[in-house]
């Protein structure tokens, strides 16, 4: 029987399991904080989920029979796992919040996804220790809860392969995955304490500083002010904030080159293709806004700068309400911003959407396709830096971007026939399904239904990046077939 033909979902459910109880146990870490900010009714509203969480995926894993995953399950267990965990991520947001339940599943989707979509009208009357889980979940979310479960529980071997690569990763900087996931940790962790640090030496208090850190390198976005880093107006914190999202967006195989190695990060390609789209990008929408707005052209680079880095990074933090956010993000200033959204940030990065890599393989391809037929008799290998492409892997590119732009094109529509603007439509799902995180004021927790779900699957789609969400549906349409079948 093919990979593809496989029925069974038990073995999904036995690593399903151990995902779940090792999630569970991200929930416990606030319940310190709780006592410290003296939070303690809260106590509860964490424990509960994460013994439930625990007592679950026990009983899943010990239930169910161990195997060696296809790829095809694999991806069905990443798929799951993103759908599933929100639901124990939302209960404290829930309780705390005081929140509608597809409202908080909203919140812990959009935390999870490390997309910063929110709710909650002011998130300033929160308490902390509720401000500080939203800030984790973006902090595991950035990561990815497969690479958690494999940095905590997996050894070396098949199956770590193939989960790893479920959660769309394939960068390397040790030969095995499981030392892979390690070392990007070390990396992650190094990271934010120096963004806390920076953040805090900037003007920041210590509590803002540590959240911030988190999300910023997550390119997350989840802020714990209701202005984002506009709250602040200050330019030293964005330019933290730029440093910060910029690192989030980077290859951690380009983070590993340059403090283990010692190598230039501008060789890399989609280091140079980021520079490019903002030396275009951050000057096009300074343009727009002198032309549109009463901005002299300090503030109107300050603002494209930080937003065009938030948009392209995948981040989602704001500083559009020092100028008036509905004034500054006029018809063309969004056209753009979607543009850098749908685009996104590196390969093996915390950023989502359809990559610098893709975007710098398509314009290889058209490059390389029209010296072919200028120059037949040549031989012209397809190279991105110094590795050769395959054809396969430049028609894989274009389906997943063609998928990609199919899927955002409906859920704009859907958005559309609710009564919202088609452009802003279009913006508000290129932010959640590029898991960015800007919005133009459509997300609340006011929102319909339906627009709320469209939402909720754009931003687990854009995170799985489309392929295990489609092997997660094939297999409930053929499992759908095979009873409808009749008995022999």
Request: charged letters at 15%.
């Amino acid at each position: 029987m093919s990979e593809l033909a496989r029925p069974s979902f038990l073995e999904d459910l036995h690593v399903l399991g151990l995902i779940m109880a090792t999630f569970s146990l991200t929930i416990l870490l606030p319940i310190p904080f709780c006592i410290l900010f003296g939070e303690m009714d809260l106590i509860p509203m964490f424990l509960a989920p994460a013994i439930l969480g625990l007592a679950l995926g026990c009983l899943a894993h010990g239930l169910t029979p161990s195997g060696e995953l296809s790829l095809y399950q694999a991806m069905r267990v990443s798929a799951i796992s993103w759908a599933l965990l929100p639901l124990l991520a939302m209960i404290p947001i829930m309780l705390a919040g005081k929140m509608h339940w597809l409202s908080a599943y909203f919140e812990a989707m959009s935390g999870l996804t490390a997309t910063g979509l929110t709710m909650f009208a002011d998130v300033e009357a929160l308490p902390r220790s509720l401000l500080l889980w939203r800030s984790l979940l973006e902090w595991f979310g950035g990561m990815g809860v497969i690479v958690l479960f494999l940095s905590i529980l997996a050894r070396p071997g098949v199956l770590a392969s193939r989960l790893y690569a479920s959660e769309a990763r394939r960068e390397r900087v040790r030969p095995s995955v499981v030392g892979t996931v390690r070392r990007i940790w070390w990396i992650y962790i190094l990271y934010t304490a120096l963004g806390a640090i920076l953040f805090h030496l900037a003007g920041m208090p210590i509590f803002d500083a540590i959240n911030h850190s988190m999300t910023a390198i997550a390119t997350g976005g989840f802020s714990t002010k209701n202005g984002s880093l506009a709250h602040y107006g200050n330019p030293l914190i964005e330019a933290v904030g730029i440093l910060m999202m910029a690192l989030g967006a980077t290859s951690f195989s380009v983070h590993y080159g340059l403090l283990v190695r010692g190598e230039n990060p501008l060789r890399n390609p989609e280091v140079v293709a980021m520079l490019a789209l903002l030396a275009i990008f951050v000057p096009s929408i300074a343009a727009c806004l002198l032309a549109y707005s009463s901005m002299g052209v300090p503030d109107a680079l300050r603002f494209s700068l930080f937003e065009s880095v938030s948009a392209l990074s995948g981040t989602g933090f704001t500083i559009g309400p020092l100028y008036g956010q509905a004034k500054v993000y006029n018809g063309f200033t969004k056209l753009l911003l979607t543009i850098l959204m749908v685009i996104g940030g590196g390969y093996g990065s915390t950023s989502s959407a359809i990559k610098l890599f893709r975007l710098v393989l398509a314009i290889k391809y058209i490059r390389w396709a029209l010296k072919k037929e200028l120059f037949p008799s040549i031989a012209l290998p397809l190279k991105i830096g110094d590795r050769e492409v395959e054809i396969n892997e430049v028609l894989e590119s274009f389906r997943l971007m063609f998928l990609y732009i199919a899927l955002l094109a409906i859920g704009a529509a859907i958005m559309a026939a609710f009564g919202f603007e088609i452009g802003d439509s279009l913006f508000e799902c290129a932010s959640a399904q590029g898991n960015v995180g800007l919005s133009v004021g459509i997300t609340s927790e006011a929102l319909p239904p339906i627009p709320k779900l469209v939402l909720i699957v754009e931003m687990w789609v854009g995170r799985l990046e489309i392929l295990p969400a489609l092997a997660l549906i094939r297999s409930f349409r053929d499992a759908i077939r095979r009873e409808s079948l009749p008995m022999p």
